[in-house]
């Protein structure tokens, strides 16, 4: 059974960087992608980007210039990091994996994080 | 970017009656070669992560029940719960994986 588990700060400052990490069980981090998606309180989803171990990363364009993912296999993690976060980042963070495709066939729980100082 | 549109925002159905959700995307999502549609279904309820329902557009996930089903080409796209259940009361999206950045509808609430 896959399972995703995000974890991180659930509170930054503004201006400073978000940083979180998708722990994966269950299944190889190999052969698939691992993207991440963002859902603000009581709005719809927002995919932030997606890589695959050992290929380029690609964002979304309007996140591009802030973030940065990784993969660390000998871990089974993934990250995702968010410089220079503002209010209108604070969100519910979902790491999710992805086929050769595209579509999203497990998601981890999700972290809320909230941008305040 | 393609943009994903649903509608409507939100639906009540009652108990064992039809719900149907629609999504349009801006442009084709039908990949010619494989004539696959690249557009998925997810259903997300309160406190949960989404859920994948159906993905090419008309393929069940492992798992999820067969009165909920996938149709349409293109452009134009259905989702239809054939006899809906409480359980099934969610926000319900459509999601695009023709191209990047990859794209969600806006979502649809599905009510008793």
């Known amino acids: 059974q896959v399972q995703l588990q995000e974890s991180g700060p659930g509170l930054v400052q503004p201006s400073e960087t978000l940083s979180l990490t998708c722990t994966v069980s269950g299944d190889s981090i190999n052969s698939y992608y691992w993207s991440w998606i963002r859902q603000p309180a009581g709005k719809g989803l927002e995919w932030i980007g997606r890589?695959?171990?050992?290929?380029?990363?690609n964002y979304s364009p309007s996140l591009k210039s802030r973030v940065t993912m990784s993969v660390d296999t000998s871990k089974k993690e993934v990250s995702l990091k968010m410089r220079s976060v503002t209010a209108a980042d604070t969100a519910v963070y979902y790491c999710?994996?992805?086929?050769?495709?595209?579509?999203?066939?497990?998601w981890g729980q999700g972290r809320l994080v909230t941008v305040s100082s | 970017d393609i943009v994903v549109t649903q509608a409507p925002d939100s639906l009540a159905v009652s108990l064992g009656e039809r719900a149907t959700i629609n999504c349009k995307s801006s442009q084709s999502v039908l990949y010619s070669s494989s004539n696959k549609n690249y557009l998925a279904w997810y259903q997300q309820k309160p406190g949960q992560p989404p859920k994948l329902l159906i993905y090419?557009?008309?393929t069940r996930e492992s798992g999820v029940p067969d009165r909920f089903s996938g149709s349409g080409s293109g452009t134009d796209f259905t989702l239809t719960i054939s006899s809906l259940q409480a359980e099934d009361v969610a926000v319900y999206y459509c999601?695009?994986?023709?191209?990047?950045?990859?794209?969600f509808g806006g979502g649809t609430k599905v009510e008793i």
């Open positions: 999601q695009q994986y023709y191209s990047s950045p990859l794209t």
């Open positions: 090419w557009a008309s």
């Open positions: 890589m695959y171990n050992g290929g380029s990363p």
């Open positions: 999710a994996r992805a086929g050769e495709y595209g579509f999203l066939d497990y």
